[in-house]
Nanobody, 124 residues
Framework: EVQLVESGGGLAQAGGSLRLSCAAS????????IGWLRQAPGKEREVVSC????????YYGDSVKGRFTMSSDNAKNTVYLEMNSLKPEDTAVYYC?????????????????WGQGTQVTVSS
């Protein structure tokens, strides 16, 4: 059974940092693409960052390029999202999601598997 469990959200001040973790089980990163997506109230779901080991590259949404970094620890089956220079507009629920790699493209927002989400709130 595919499971994704996020942690690390919370409250930060503008300019601050937070690190999100996503512990994955039931699959390996060799076969699945992993994404961090977010959704703020009243806004559409947005791709923050994603990667597939088959693709080889890490994709970032335009609004977070240069500030956020996605990484993975394959031994722990865990992915991370390091968020720096946070802005109030980064406030959202952040989700970790997984998609079978052969059916994945970087811009997709409809993944097959989702974590429960973690709230990130950035105060000005």
């Amino acid at each position: 059974e595919v499971q994704l469990v996020e942690s690390g959200g919370g409250l930060a001040q503008a300019g601050g940092s937070l690190r999100l973790s996503c512990a994955a089980s039931g699959f390996t990163f060799d076969d699945y693409a992993i994404g961090w997506l977010r959704q703020a109230p009243g806004k559409e779901r947005e791709v923050v960052s994603c990667f597939s080991s088959r693709d080889g590259g890490i994709y970032y949404g335009d609004s977070v390029k240069g500030r956020f970094t996605m990484s993975s620890d394959n031994a722990k089956n865990t992915v991370y999202l390091e968020m720096n220079s946070l802005k109030p507009e980064d406030t959202a629920v952040y989700y970790c999601a997984a998609q079978i790699a052969e059916n994945w493209i970087p811009t997709m927002v409809s993944y097959d598997y989702w974590g429960q989400g973690t709230q990130v709130t950035v105060s000005s």
